[in-house]
């Protein structure tokens, strides 16, 4: 999608987020795997080109030609890759938020915990509301 006629300020912002983009790829496989090293690796990238990004707005905001460059075929991309990180950082934080809430509750349930109820589900889906169990494997 880019030109030779493309600004090199969006072709910059293009290819950052196209590296994004390949980030939160990575970063959505890793979760899915548990690979605890690759987000090691993975999340110190995503930050700085995010930030790169942050640097590459205020370029074009500061660019009074900016707004002559929405009718560019690259600019649609843009906009596009754009939406497409948000929606996969979004997804990779509410695998996150999950996984947080699965590790929380396992080790509430191993330290024996008798915290606030825990609501279990039945074969219809209706909640029914139990004590949190917590002494079941901590007197093992």
Not at 68 to 73: E, G, K, M, V, Y
Not at 83 to 107: E, I, S, Y
Not at 122 to 135: I, N
Request: charged share 25%; net charge positive; hydrophobic share 40%.
């Amino acid at each position: 999608m880019q030109t030779a006629k493309s600004p090199p300020l969006l072709r910059r912002i293009h290819a950052t987020l196209v590296a994004l983009e390949t980030i939160l790829q990575r970063e959505a496989d890793s979760l899915g795997r548990n690979d605890l090293d690759a987000l090691a690796t993975i999340t110190p990238e995503k930050l700085t080109l995010c930030r790169e990004l942050e640097g590459l707005e205020k370029e074009l905001q500061a660019t009074a030609r900016a707004a002559t460059w929405r009718h560019l075929p690259l600019w649609t991309d843009i906009a596009r890759l754009f939406q497409t990180c948000q929606r996969h950082n979004r997804r990779n934080g509410m695998v996150v938020v999950r996984k947080r809430h699965d590790v929380a509750t396992l080790l509430a349930t191993l330290h024996g915990q008798n915290g606030a109820e825990r609501a279990t589900y039945d074969r219809s889906g209706d909640a029914r509301h139990t004590g949190s169990g917590g002494d079941l494997l901590a007197s093992a």
